[in-house]
């Protein structure tokens, strides 16, 4: 439970009781509960299209779910995103980009990479039906999901910082058993065709990761932000392209 309550604490601006600590075991375990927190964080995203969609039309009602999607996350994900892109699109040696990606100065890459995907998430988001609803619970879910294989999977570029914390702990069971409950969630919703759209996203999540392990060295909490934005990104881009198609 500690576990679980550490990773809701560092994933969401849910407000907790005070006074609670957390040991480094505790954060080690929490990844393993990224997911879950993903799948609660989509609940949240539902709860207010559900209501805002009856009240407002469509692109107010895009609007909100950004701005909830930030107020309920804090942009920790989009800020991992920001600093990447800055330092991968730098064009410079792996040690300058790793300094660059510290850099909490802001670049032309990254506010370009960040108002992509924020705009991509309001069309996203504007255009939810039905339909596509199992979409919007989905997404954070897989992001949350790729992170923990980003964790497990890849080693840390660096040996210090809040990602390290998260990536010195691997148990392989505990990943097993992460991806098979999110494989469910992802059938219970979308039947056989969830299968394809969870293989797709972990096949993405793997390409995008062993691109980034190679330039750096190995990941960063950084590189597990973007790594979550993008993977969201890319269901919502299943689910309203190809696949308008075939759910």
């Known amino acids: 439970m500690k576990a679980f ?4 604490t560092f994933l969401t601006r849910i407000p907790l009781p005070q006074g609670r600590s957390f040991t480094a075991r ?35 009602t895009g609007a909100l779910l950004v701005v909830f999607y930030l107020v309920i996350t804090g942009g920790l ?12 699109c730098s064009g410079q040696a792996r040690e300058k980009v790793l300094m660059i990606m510290k850099d909490s100065r ?10 992509t995907v924020l705009i991509l998430k309001f069309s996203f ?5 039905f339909t596509h609803l199992p979409f919007l619970l989905l997404a954070p879910t897989a992001g949350r999901q790729a992170m923990v294989w980003a964790l497990v999977l890849f080693p840390c570029a660096r040996k210090q910082g809040l990602g390290y914390s998260f990536n010195v702990y691997h148990d392989f069971r505990k990943l097993i058993l992460t991806t098979a409950l999110t494989l469910f969630v992802f059938v219970y919703f979308l039947r056989v065709t969830g299968v394809i759209v969870f293989f797709a996203v972990g096949l993405f999540s793997l390409i995008l990761m062993k691109y980034l392990s190679c330039l750096l060295g190995g990941l960063t ?6 790594l979550c934005e993008l993977a969201e990104v890319f269901v919502f881009l299943l689910g309203f392209g190809v696949g308008g198609e075939i759910w």
Do not use: E, K, M
């Not at 309550?5 to 809701?8: E, Q, T, V």
């Not at 929490?30 to 995203?45: E, N, T």
């Not at 802001?106 to 108002?115: D, H, K, L, T």
């Not at 988001?125 to 039906?129: G, M």
């Open 77 to 88: 994900h989009l800020d991992g995103l920001i600093d990447t892109f800055d330092g991968i």
């Open 106 to 115: 802001v670049g032309a890459f990254g506010v370009i990479a960040v108002f």
């Open 221 to 226: 909490g950084d590189t597990y932000g973007a």
């Open 26 to 60: 505790d954060f080690q375990n929490s990844s393993y509960f990224f997911p879950v927190v993903g799948l609660l964080i989509g609940l949240f995203l539902t709860g207010i299209w559900l209501v805002a969609r009856v009240v407002f039309p469509s692109q107010i």
């Open 125 to 129: 988001y504007s255009l939810i039906d």
């Open 5 to 8: 309550l550490c990773a809701l």
